[in-house]
């Protein structure tokens, strides 16, 4: 049963750094693409980015480009988000996703179909 | 850019009833259109991908249709775990771009 497990509920002041993760299980990490997802407080979903686990590939949203940092470490299956400088704005729910299924150098044009449970991330004075 | 519409914003029906959200595209996305469900508190799941394909474990009172930029998703008798948010997604430009519409609200009447 594929399983993402997000790190825990953050609070943070503005200006601090934060690193939240995702661990995968229960498949091969290096065959899904890891992408994030944020919703602010009462808002819609918004794409992020997304990570290839086994070549470290990233492509980011335009909306959040140079915003944030996406990066896996394949050895222990976990994909990380993170900020080098937290703003108010960033308070939201994070979710980590799956896609993009990938086999003998070729993956699958798909949908987000794994979630994990979501990290909320609080910027408060 | 793709732009993602939904409508309506909010839709109100009586259990057992019929539900029908619709979803727009600016432009063709051909079939590549995915549908999510999300209850309070709890993250997303995906309903129903490639516009008409159920996702694993998913009833069948739930259906999609449509193609290029006209979408729909139709809940045939509703149940009270229906009662949810449902967003429709975009990824044509699969690993580029990946576009949510801003949802629609299915409650109770």
């Known amino acids: 049963e594929v399983q993402l497990v997000q790190s825990g509920a953050e609070v943070k002041k503005p200006g601090e750094s934060l690193k939240i993760s995702c661990k995968g299980s229960?498949?091969?990490?290096?065959?899904?693409?890891i992408g994030w997802v944020r919703q602010m407080p009462g808002k819609g979903l918004e794409w992020m980015g997304i990570?290839?686990?086994?070549?470290?590939?990233?492509r980011y949203s335009p909306s959040f480009q140079g915003q944030v940092t996406i990066s896996a470490d394949k050895s222990i299956s976990t994909a990380y988000l993170q900020w080098s400088s937290l703003k108010a704005s960033d308070t939201a729910m994070y979710y980590c996703?799956?896609?993009?299924?990938?086999?003998?150098?070729?993956?699958?044009?798909?949908?987000?179909?794994?979630w994990g449970q979501g990290t909320l991330v609080t910027v408060s004075s | 850019e793709i732009v993602m519409t939904q409508s309506p914003a909010t839709l109100s029906v009586s259990p057992g009833e019929r539900a029908t959200l619709s979803c727009r595209a600016s432009?063709?996305?051909?079939?590549?259109l995915a549908w999510y469900q999300q209850k309070p508190g709890q993250a997303p799941r995906l309903l129903i991908y490639?516009?008409?394909t159920r996702a694993t474990g998913i009833p069948a009172r739930f259906s999609g249709s449509g193609s290029g930029t006209e979408f729909t998703l139709t809940i045939s008798s509703l149940q009270s775990e229906d009662f949810a948010v449902y967003y429709c997604q975009q990824y044509n430009n699969w690993p580029l771009l990946f576009t949510f519409g801003p949802g629609t609200k299915v409650d109770i009447k």
């Open positions: 229960g498949y091969s990490f290096t065959s899904y693409w």
């Open positions: 490639g516009a008409s």
């Open positions: 996703v799956t896609t993009g299924y990938c086999s003998g150098g070729s993956c699958n044009h798909s949908p987000f179909d794994y």
């Open positions: 432009q063709s996305v051909s079939s590549n």
């Open positions: 990570i290839y686990p086994g070549d470290s590939d990233t």
